[in-house]
């Protein structure tokens, strides 16, 4: 019975040991807040040297500066250059739509994430935070918090079992 019970006592202190040590590594909202702002402004930064760039290429695919281009290179085919370089300007321009479109959601992320965050700081200075831990961590923990209480559930389903078949074993003797 008592070697149940230790199972029970150390099952729980396993289960309040882990969310305790979820609740210490939670960085601060408003912490969190000024770090996406960061990547904010470093997406914006680079969002602006990728349109740089494609405002150059839209002037390099013009068909004079591509002409210009090739003004000092004497070839037998001077169309195949310049349908080539066509090409790799092209292609350049493409990647370079598909990187701004994927750092335009990577912001609509980021702002949605900035907004959350805000609205956790405000939630943090009006209840405080001890309080506001505890809700983060039985909101992020939910499916091991309930798992932990089903096995208790279990442990002490099994422990009630053996105490029965253990009195009914001594009566029968």
Request: net charge positive.
């Amino acid at each position: 019975m008592r070697r149940y019970l230790s199972l029970i006592v150390l099952f729980a202190v396993v289960l309040l040991g882990g969310s305790h040590v979820s609740a210490q590594d939670t960085a601060s909202a408003a912490q969190n807040a000024e770090n996406l702002r960061a990547q904010l402004r470093d997406a914006q930064m680079k969002e602006a040297e990728l349109q740089y760039r494609l405002n150059q290429l839209d002037f390099e695919l013009k068909p004079e500066n591509i002409e210009r281009y090739f003004a000092g290179v004497g070839s037998v085919h001077p169309e195949e250059l310049r349908e080539q370089r066509r090409r790799q300007l092209q292609l350049e321009k493409d990647a370079i739509n598909k990187q701004l479109q994927s750092l335009g959601e990577s912001k609509i992320r980021l702002e949605t994430a900035i907004t959350r965050a805000d609205a956790l700081t405000y939630q943090q200075s009006a209840l405080g935070s001890t309080s506001l831990m505890l809700t983060r961590v039985w909101s992020g923990h939910k499916s091991l918090v309930l798992t932990g209480v089903v096995m208790f559930g279990v442990l002490v389903g099994l422990t009630g079992l053996a105490v029965i078949l253990r009195r009914r074993q001594s009566r029968a003797l």
